[in-house]
């Protein structure tokens, strides 16, 4: 019986994977999507032509009204890359439609192809090609393909180094304000290279995880520190997220992680700040981040829009079209994901930003963030926020935000920058974290779903006073199929109502021209993006209904989601500095604010509590900054705007220099730190690693520290100058075993004079407590005083010795302290060859461990080693006083060695080879 079950389970399955698939033409994606509903049809791909190309379900007959077709040829499965050029690439990735009959075929072409990988959930692998020279004709050809690609895995991180600004972005200001939203029992995993899992700036949040890479990279470990950073290393290397885990996958895989390796690790949301070549297509990495995405609809992909905008692309609907169309992936042509470009502190856009629209006319990036090296930090940012937004939607609501609540969130809080209204350049504009937070708190969003054909209706309560309302429609879509023309498969439409009037999404023009693309935005109905936002400025009070359509669906429903924002009018909200933003001084700086008034400022400035003092006149108050260069020295300072004939006062700030900790000494017990003196501050803090931050842990009136090194578990400090109550800017961490500094000395070093003495000199490291400072050479095995200084304000103390004779001699230096206590240096050796010396060591040596030192004073000489039958073994000029050779080309045993000087010998020795 089971013989027979097996036999026919393999007749049935030999059956499917014989039969050729039964190809449709339909005319509209509505039709397909309710043939999809329905089961009909297993797979439709958008063609260029407008029409889709439906392979029928294998039980499935072809109904009457369907058009059946028979004539097409396999290169409707090759991308347009691929098409356009057709060689025959050495790896490809291969999207299928049965991967149990791709399998089978395999079986049959092994010695042809290999499968490195495959993401089954959608259904791709990436295929190696071993030794078919018509690899590309004999892949399209097999019945289970529909999609074939070229492979890229030529990755590159796109930011050379990384700064950040917080203050751009407004993360500063949700650190002042929300202290207690700080990532803090969130996760995210950076996906490239592995970072330092040592870095103090992410000490105790290292997540394990199998997937990392084996190669660490600096970028790696920038982007970590922007999301996730602890602020331990320097005040700038705090991350939005400085409390989060952070875990680590390599993009050598460019697929989508295991969903459960993440989320058994509590992380849903990565970040991808990487990129490869321009691709426009619709591909199967693409398609792989919009399944998981819809397996997982919390978990949220975040990706670099790239650094290619001078690269122009070679093919695709936008081919030949510079400054557009050049997102670096085409994984970035997802749907289901967040693509963010970055802009520098005055909210430019780099023109070397990689630009939209996506392959089918999407708008893309949809955000932009600072990163003025490059997107992957823009990236990065948004990927901190979101994790902010991720921890106060889960304290709310003890669950998850859906990953495209998220999205509309951050687009519906975002600020309008370059052109007005939506573009391909900046999306829907620059994120902005503390109105983000601000919309999360006071519940500005709703969840829906809605089922083919149907309606649903989302009140907007607008109060008094308005003067921008925002609102952003979002979903994650089903995957389009790897190639489509549109990726977009279930639309929704939405259309604002209030009283008699209607307005509809802004929507760009995708036509592929120069032209086209630069036209700004218009409202219609909007059938290609998964966004739809829709802004009304000076709205008036009342409660204007959010319209929410589907037509046919090609699932049974379309879970959606809405946030909207509500800008006052005539406001001005200082954003930078806050109290929590101590500024360096004479640096030049940027002050921030959010502001909805249509006047210009004028800008005037505090110091330690003095007269306001006029900064500029007219300042145009929408560029939300203004460029400052804080004064030298230490104060205290209020900026205030006046508006209107109103003033509005920001915090109370501090500005103070830069401080320089240094190590005093750094003795087997104990440490002394010392710092610059700061004029004004009253006290300094001192901080120290405790767990996972830096901590304070007492505070010094003078301007040294010392300590037993038992007393504290970290060796890395921090100096924090405290002025009028307040603290001032703190210095970066220092190490105090890293600084080179011993106890009492930073160094001691003998060298040889043109004149063959012997030049010594200590620096030391801090001149407290030293009475005197005493040079000693060793003679005859024990260290006799040569010279004795006392200690003056100096650090530098030399001595040189004149009596220096051939052969190896030794020094020290001994400090003798007010307490009677003497610390010694290190010893320094100075070798030194007369016409009397000649010195061989080691002896015995361990040939092959050790080389053969001679000391002579190097003046034509020439060394012979003999046997113990007087054979000559090896021969060796000696070209300098101290010259070291190798004695690996002689075997084991005692040998005899003389020293020549011109012919005659002048010394000779013994010497044991091991």
Not at 738 to 757: E, P
Request: hydrophobic share 40%; net charge negative; aromatic share 12%.
């Amino acid at each position: 019986m089971r013989i027979y079950l097996g036999i026919l389970f393999l007749l049935i399955s030999l059956n499917i994977y014989s039969q050729s698939p039964k190809y449709i033409i339909v005319s509209s994606r509505q039709e397909v999507n309710e043939l999809l509903r329905n089961h009909v049809i297993q797979y439709a791909k958008a063609l260029s032509s407008g029409n889709y190309l439906c392979i029928v379900q294998a039980d499935q007959k072809v109904q009457k009204r369907l058009q059946p077709s028979d004539s097409l040829d396999n290169r409707w499965k090759i991308a347009p890359a691929l098409l356009q050029s057709r060689f025959n690439n050495s790896i490809y990735t291969v999207q299928v439609t049965d991967i149990y009959a791709f399998k089978q075929w395999l079986s049959k072409h092994r010695e042809s192809f290999g499968v490195p990988f495959e993401h089954a959930s959608s259904q791709t692998f990436v295929v190696n090609v071993l030794k078919d020279i018509h690899a590309l004709d004999t892949l399209i050809n097999c019945k289970s393909v529909t999609f074939v690609d070229k492979y890229t895995h030529v990755i590159a991180d796109e930011t050379p180094n990384s700064f950040q600004d917080f203050s751009v972005s407004k993360v500063n200001i949700v650190h002042d304000v929300y202290p207690e939203l700080s990532g803090e029992g969130m996760s995210v995993c950076v996906k490239e290279r592995s970072f330092d899992t040592t870095d103090i700036d992410l000490a105790g949040r290292y997540i394990y995880s199998p997937l990392a890479d084996a190669e660490q990279s600096l970028h790696a470990g920038q982007m970590a520190t922007i999301i996730a950073g602890g602020g331990n290393t320097t005040p700038k290397s705090k991350g939005a997220a400085w409390k989060s885990k952070v875990m680590s996958s390599s993009y050598n895989n460019l697929f989508p992680d295991d969903l459960a390796m993440l989320t058994s690790r509590n992380v849903w949301l990565q970040n991808h700040s990487y990129g490869v070549s321009v691709n426009n297509v619709y591909g199967a990495e693409a398609r792989a981040y919009d399944v998981n995405a819809n397996t997982d609809p919390s978990m949220l992909y975040i990706f670099s829009a790239g650094n290619s905008g001078t690269t122009v692309s070679t093919s695709g609907t936008y081919a030949g079209i510079a400054g557009y169309a050049n997102l670096s992936g085409n994984m970035k042509m997802a749907k289901n994901i967040l693509t963010v470009t970055a802009v520098d502190k005055e909210g430019v856009i780099n023109t070397l930003n990689s630009s939209g629209p996506a392959y089918d006319g999407r708008v893309k990036p949809e955000l932009t963030a600072f990163g003025s090296e490059g997107t992957s930090d823009a990236a990065a940012m948004v990927s901190g926020i979101s994790l902010l937004v991720q921890q106060v939607y889960k304290e709310h609501y003890q669950q998850l935000p859906d990953a495209a609540l998220v999205k509309a969130i951050l687009i519906a809080s975002s600020q309008d920058i370059g052109k007005a209204g939506i573009d391909f350049i900046s999306g829907y504009g620059s994120v902005d974290a503390y109105k983000a937070l601000q919309l999360v708190k006071a519940s500005w969003f709703m969840n829906g779903s809605i089922s083919s054909d149907e309606e649903k209706q989302i009140t907007i309560d607008v109060p008094v006073g308005i003067k921008t309302l925002k609102v952003a429609l979002t979903w994650n879509d089903p995957a389009a199929a790897a190639g489509d023309a549109i990726a977009l498969v279930n639309d929704l439409n939405s259309t604002l109502i209030y009283k008699s009037n209607q307005w509809r999404p802004w929507v760009l023009n995708h036509y592929p021209h120069l032209d086209s693309l630069a036209l700004p935005a218009v409202r219609r109905e909007d059938h290609l993006n998964t966004v739809e936002y829709i802004t009304v400025d000076n709205p008036a009070a009342g409660s204007y209904q959010l319209t929410v359509t589907a037509g046919s669906l090609a699932t049974d429903l379309q879970n959606f989601n809405v946030a909207y924002w509500l800008d006052s009018a005539d406001i001005f909200q200082w954003t930078y500095p806050t109290k929590s933003d101590p500024l360096e001084a004479a640096q030049p700086v940027y002050l921030r604010w959010n502001n909805t008034f249509n006047h210009t400022g004028m800008l005037e400035i505090s110091l330690d509590g003095g007269a306001y003092q006029s900064v500029a006149e007219d300042v145009t108050l929408t560029n939300g900054f203004y460029a400052w260069t804080t004064p030298a020295g230490v104060h205290t300072a209020v900026a205030r705007m006046q508006v209107n004939g109103i003033y509005i006062v920001s915090d109370t700030f501090t500005i103070a220099p830069a401080m320089q900790v240094q190590v005093g000494y750094n003795c087997t017990e104990e440490v002394m730190l010392q710092w610059n003196k700061v004029p004004g501050a009253q006290r300094y803090r001192l901080f120290t690693m405790q767990g996972n931050y830096m901590t304070p842990v007492m505070d010094a009136a003078d301007t040294a520290f010392i300590f037993r090194k038992d007393q504290y578990t970290s060796s890395y400090f921090a100096v924090q100058p405290v002025v009028d109550g307040k603290s001032a800017l703190r210095s970066e961490s220092y190490h105090y075993g890293d600084q080179g500094v011993h106890c009492y000395y930073r160094n001691f070093i003998a060298t040889l004079t043109s004149d063959n003495a012997a030049q010594l000199a200590l620096t030391l490291s801090t001149l407290y407590t030293v009475e005197t400072v005493t040079f000693e050479k060793e003679e005859s095995g024990i260290f006799a005083p040569l010279h004795t200084t006392g200690a003056d304000d100096n650090f530098l103390y030399a001595y040189t010795d004149e009596t220096l004779q051939g052969g190896v001699t030794r020094y020290r230096a001994a400090i003798t302290l007010q307490n009677g206590n003497i610390v010694y240096s290190d010893t320094a050796a100075l070798y030194y060859g007369d016409d009397r010396t000649y010195i061989v060591y080691p002896n015995p040596i361990h040939a092959s461990l050790q080389s053969l030192e001679v000391l002579t004073d190097g003046d034509n000489l020439t060394m012979v080693f003999y046997d113990a039958t007087g054979k000559i073994v090896k021969t060796q000029g000696l070209y300098n006083s101290l010259f070291r050779f190798s004695m690996t080309d002689v075997n084991r045993g005692f040998y005899i060695y003389r020293i020549f000087r011109n012919g005659q010998a002048v010394a000779s020795g013994r010497l044991m080879v091991e």
